[in-house]
């Protein structure tokens, strides 16, 4: 196997490149064999086993279910610090349509977001820190389960993770395909939203299609709703706010029943946020509007809704700091520190929510190809060329956070 193509500077990544045959053996790996939140037993004991391998100094197993935690410590522990990386192993229930030879091997699952490649990075900072050990404090190593929609990070959290690992700041990265390769972006905010479910239950009174007007159509006004909804983020969201509201799936009545008007309908949708007093303005006049609306027709509407994921809020501290560490890699003409935040969610959010730290993205999205798909496409794919600087980019933030009293001292 070739090496990687993408160059960076410093000797961490020089070192990590020598790595990269068995980083992208690794990760394919892990793409052939994916596993949903919380069922990655195969994929944590992968973890284990590359741990083990890398030779760092402990590995606890079953911290929130399917959990993996590394702890590797420096040549010296005078500093006191500690420092937590993080990654996500988890697929998602997706078919794939990609006929390479590391296709998924489980109809119905697959990686499509790169939480394999997330896992080789950090398995591949987890060799060099323990090899080199060019630091002065503990570097804690988190394998997280679950992030697609089970809240793993949480899970974690509650089994105690940061009780056991006290670290002081925490740090994670996802590949982002609309970014080229050796270019990293990152914003002192807000990053990712707030992802919340809503569940709108509109109860009428059904009857015959034929005979209308002895019924109270449910169907009809959740069709209104469904318009009324959209004027909430218009006319009630301050512009330079940002907000979404979407309605993603509605059921009533049978559609092999053509004459029936039913006595209920659903719908399903998300809402998207990053400011706290805009979700709690939204989640207020979602049950004014569609209480308003459903009675305007005689209907009711029952609004439950749901707070998955918080918005993911770096430190700005941190958020600089993992600026600085990139631009030592790639430079800064590569770094993006005012990285427009996403719409999307994630649950590293649960970390930011009680330890200082940041999450940025690493391009991934090449020209020809590799690595362009965007997330959670069926044809979706790591770009393996990203793994040395991936890996680099995690030691690179244990060296630079907790640095030997050599690199702080040169001449000493």
């Known amino acids: 196997m070739q090496g990687s193509t993408l160059k960076a500077n410093g000797r961490v990544f020089a070192h990590i490149a020598q790595f990269y045959p068995e ?56 500093s006191g610090k500690m420092i937590g990386l993080r990654a996500d192993m988890d697929a998602l229930p997706m078919t794939e349509t990609n006929d390479f030879a ?16 997330h896992t080789a990075m950090l398995v591949g900072a987890a060799r060099y820190l323990a090899e080199t050990r060019n630091f002065d404090g503990t570097a804690v190593l988190i394998f997280q389960p679950g992030e697609e929609g089970y809240a793993g990070a949480k899970e974690m959290i509650k089994d105690g993770l940061f009780d056991r690992f006290p670290v002081q700041s925490v740090y994670a990265m996802h590949n982002w395909p609309g ?15 707030a992802a919340d479910r809503i569940t709108i239950e509109v109860t009428g009174r059904g009857g015959h299609g034929a005979h209308a007007y002895q019924t109270i159509d449910p169907v009809l006004a959740s069709a209104h709703i469904i318009t009324a909804v959209q004027s909430i983020v218009s006319r009630n969201v301050r512009p330079i706010d940002s907000a979404v509201i979407s309605i993603c799936a509605v059921q009533a009545g049978d559609l092999g029943a053509m004459s029936v008007i039913p006595g209920k309908a659903n719908m399903v949708g998300t809402v998207r946020t990053f400011n706290p007093s805009v979700q709690e303005m939204v989640i207020r006049r979602l049950n004014e509007v569609c209480s308003a609306v459903a009675l305007g027709f005689g209907c009711t509407a029952a609004v439950h809704y749901e707070t998955i994921y918080p918005a993911t809020i770096n430190t700005s501290a941190e958020a600089l700091f993992a600026g600085d560490a990139a631009e030592a890699l790639v430079g800064p003409e590569n770094v993006v520190r005012n990285m427009e935040p996403s719409m999307g969610a994630e649950d590293f959010s649960f970390m930011l929510q009680v330890k200082p730290g940041a999450y940025f993205r690493i391009g991934q999205g090449a020209e020809n190809g590799v690595g362009a798909c965007y997330l959670h496409n069926s044809r979706y794919d790591f770009n393996d060329d990203i793994l040395p600087l991936g890996a680099a980019m995690h030691a690179s933030l244990a060296e630079r956070y907790m640095p030997l009293a050599s690199e702080l001292n040169p001449d000493s």
């Open 23 to 78: 980083l992208s053996a690794f990760r394919r790996d892990l793409h052939a064999h994916p596993e949903l939140g919380f069922e990655e037993v195969y994929t944590s004991g992968r973890v284990v086993q590359a741990l083990k391998a890398c030779g760092v100094d402990e590995i606890h197993t079953g911290i929130g279910k399917t959990g993996v935690v590394a702890v590797i410590k420096g040549r010296s522990d005078t």
């Open 102 to 117: 590391w296709k998924s091997s489980k109809n119905g699952l697959m990686h499509g977001c790169g939480h394999d490649g």
């Open 179 to 193: 970014m080229r390769p050796g270019t990293v972006g990152i914003n002192p905010g807000a990053m990712m939203a």
